[in-house]
Nanobody, 124 residues
Framework: VQLQASGGGLVQAGGSLRLSCVASGFMFRLTDMAWYRQAPGKKRELVARISSGGSTNYADSVKDRFTISRDNAENTVYLQMNSLKPEDAAVYYC???????????????????WGQGTLVTVSS
């Protein structure tokens, strides 16, 4: 499993960023995907998830501001972040939201290789 997140950067409060994550090494189209974030001194938290069929869920803190989407042809999951707040600053990671599928009947329970993530900094 390889996950390459990108698109982070420095943005002013109220601004927008679009994160991308290119996945490889598993059957992306069968796998529910998610974005997570970890701020300094805090635990990693789930930000948004998207099922293999395209259903989405969001943490209350980002609802109506962030949008998760996926492009199965490109093995890529996106996170559009609008109206950013200083408290959104963190390292953002993508990963499976649960099982990582290699085929319909062969899967990994979870992926513990989180990759480097992408840093989002929001200035007030």
């Amino acid at each position: 499993v390889q996950l390459q997140a990108s698109g982070g950067g420095l943005v002013q409060a109220g601004g927008s960023l679009r994160l991308s994550c290119v996945a490889s090494g598993f059957m992306f189209r069968l796998t529910d995907m998610a974005w997570y974030r970890q701020a300094p001194g805090k635990k990693r938290e789930l930000v948004a998830r998207i099922s293999s069929g395209g259903s989405t869920n969001y943490a209350d803190s980002v609802k109506d501001r962030f949008t998760i989407s996926r492009d199965n042809a490109e093995n890529t999951v996106y996170l559009q972040m609008n109206s950013l707040k200083p408290e959104d600053a963190a390292v953002y990671y993508c990963n499976g939201a649960g099982k990582i599928y290699y085929s319909r009947n062969y899967y990994l329970i979870r992926n513990d290789n989180w990759g480097q993530g992408t840093l989002v900094t929001v200035s007030s």
